[in-house]
């Protein structure tokens, strides 16, 4: 139950603190005096939206608390315990502040149990607190998702969980979908890309070039291309180390140079040590000299001019320049490119085996979709009959008792939809049901939207009557109705006033009004009054006493607190508004 609520610095409110209690609570003021910015204010507290335009012009911020007696064991105290919220001792229970502060510069900050918190974790604290009922959500009613939402609400678990399973698989769904289409559409560029992997691929196994050819080729190339060159110059090199009797030349070589030195050397060595050295160092080059004669012998044999062989080479290089040139520098680059395309084209084959787990996985949940969407809507259409019942019930205690509403749960067609026996129907994130509240006035009359078929002040005691059967399961919970008997007078406003009353016996209920046929309904009555600077200060809301509500009833009746005729009446209000409250 909200005990207190205090505002700062909002709209008209300077400073004001409004003392609540159970029961009816009503609040009424002339015009402007600052009641809308009480529901504001309270709207601020349930975690509505921030309107920072509503911060009071010359101050720097707006402030709201609110102090509320919750069940010590309830799970609003739990959760506040949670977040690390601190509730104090109270007889009724456990005290709970919250608090919200808008500044000009358009920043919000929330407070639950002395500490911030953002406003959508107060929010949900208050969700099972805190009901604000205005005009504006009464308009929201109107819209066919809110009406769906209200009967999933009326319905409760028989479509709440249902409803939780079918989102989770519509979520998933689209995201297959989105997977499954963007797979689709490439499918062509993957094509096309798998194509030349494959054919570079095929190239390259067709050469089946080794690690390291390229280089290696080009060496033995460049050897068959300058083999007489090669052939020429180690005959030459050989033939001027060592003579050789068969070519005709009797010119001795530096091997036979080195041997008659040597000799030449050994004849005196033994006299002197230092010359036995050089002695022998000529002996090594000599056999050093020998030894290159040779090998320069055997690399002239071992040159082949092979024609063919040469042909042979050139084509390989050709081959292998080909390869380099479309997918590396060299052929080690060309053989990581084929380790690369191998593993690339095995991810373009699997992303046609993609598609095809993507479509049997779209399909499988296609058909859970469609399953849950059936059960969610029978669910809808059974609560359809008994909200229907419940409102008009409600409707009959509000001065209309032949009005019936009618909720109608529908499907439309769409060729793209979702499969649902032999229809396709359009689906969303809450399944595939239009939901319409229809109203007959009376019987014999066609059934037409609310919007449309009410008037003024069917339609207030319309929302009215739908507000109370959806809160039927909030009790205990703060009710505020801000002119919800707008458009009605006479026995419809005397119908809603004792509907209120009835529901403050399970729900604290603050209703702002200006219509005395509500206010003398109320367990406590606070009058609010604007200050001569037109602001509103703590002396600006009062707590009526007996004599106080007959005035204000005057002023609402007639505009004058004194008027004889309007204070007798106000007084037959009071007496009749007692007699019914004391009735069971």
């Not at 196994?205 to 050897?223: F, H, I, Q, S, Y």
């Not at 030349?249 to 000799?263: K, N, Q, T």
């Not at 406003?493 to 604290?508: K, M, P, S």
Request: with cysteine.
């Amino acid at each position: 139950m909200l005990e207190e609520i205090r505002i700062r610095g909002l709209g008209v409110i300077d400073d004001a603190a409004l003392a609540l209690a159970a029961g009816l609570t009503v609040v009424s003021g002339e015009t402007g005096a600052g009641k809308t910015m009480i529901v504001q204010g309270l709207g601020l507290l349930a975690g509505g939206r921030a309107d920072y335009g509503l911060v009071r012009p010359g101050v720097e911020r707006a402030f709201v608390e609110g102090r509320l007696v919750i069940p010590v064991d309830s799970a609003v105290a739990k959760r506040v315990r949670d977040v690390g919220g601190d509730l104090d001792d109270d007889p009724g229970g456990a005290v709970l502040v919250v608090g919200r502060t808008l500044t000009s510069e358009g920043r919000s900050r929330a407070q639950v149990a002395g500490r911030s918190v953002p406003a959508s974790l107060l929010a949900e604290i208050a969700e099972d607190l805190i009901a604000v009922h205005g005009q504006s959500e009464a308009q929201r009613l109107l819209r066919p998702s809110t009406q769906r939402a209200a009967l999933d609400r009326f319905a409760g678990a028989a479509v709440a969980e249902p409803l939780a399973r079918y989102a989770v698989v519509y979520a998933e769904l689209n995201r297959t979908a989105r997977a499954l289409a963007e797979v689709t559409e490439r499918s062509r560029e993957r094509e096309q890309e798998a194509e030349l992997l494959r054919i570079g691929l095929a190239e390259v196994e067709r050469v089946e070039p080794a690690p390291g050819e390229d280089v290696a080729l080009a060496a033995e190339l460049t050897k068959l291309e300058h083999a007489e060159t090669l052939v020429r110059s180690a005959r030459t090199a050989h033939a001027a180390l060592l003579s050789d009797p068969a070519s005709g030349s009797d010119d001795p070589g530096a091997v036979d140079l080195v041997s008659v030195a040597r000799r030449v050397i050994a004849g005196d060595s033994d006299l002197d040590a230092d010359l036995a050295d050089l002695g022998a160092r000529l002996t090594e080059v000599g056999m050093l000299l020998a030894d290159v004669a040779a090998d320069l012998a055997s690399y002239a044999e071992s040159i082949d001019a092979d024609p063919e062989r040469l042909a042979d080479t050139q084509d390989r290089k050709a081959a292998l320049t080909g390869l380099t040139r479309a997918h590396g520098t060299d052929i080690d680059g060309v053989l990581a490119w084929a380790d690369q395309a191998g593993r690339r084209l095995l991810e373009l084959d699997g992303a046609g085996e993609s598609a095809e787990i993507l479509t049997a996985r779209r399909d499988e949940l296609t058909a859970e979709l469609a399953g849950l969407a059936v059960t969610v809507s029978e669910a809808r259409s059974a609560a359809a009959a008994r909200f229907g019942e419940s409102v008009a019930a409600e409707l009959a205690g509000l001065a209309m008792p032949r009005a019936r509403v009618e909720a109608v749960v529908a499907q439309r067609d769409d060729p793209a939809g979702l499969p649902v026996g032999d229809r396709r129907v359009a689906f969303g994130p809450a399944g595939v049901d239009d939901v319409e509240l229809r109203l007959i006035p009376h019987p014999g009359a066609p059934a037409r939207p609310v919007q449309k078929g009410a008037s003024g002040g069917e339609l207030s005691r319309v929302m009215l009557a739908i507000e109370v059967v959806l809160a039927a399961d909030d009790a205990g919970s703060t009710m505020v109705f801000d002119e919800v008997d707008a458009g009605v007078g006479g026995r419809a406003a005397v119908e809603i006033g004792r509907r209120l009353a009835r529901l403050a016996r399970t729900h604290q209920v603050i209703c702002i009004t200006h219509l005395p046929q509500v206010a003398a309904f109320a367990d406590r009555h606070l009058v609010v009054h604007k200050a001569d600077d037109g602001s509103v200060t703590r002396s600006g809301v009062i707590t009526l006493d007996d004599a106080g509500r007959v005035r204000e009833l005057s002023r609402m009746l007639a505009g004058q607190e004194e008027s004889t005729l309007a204070r007798g009446h106000a007084e037959e209000l009071l007496a009749a508004a007692a007699a019914d409250k004391a009735q069971p």
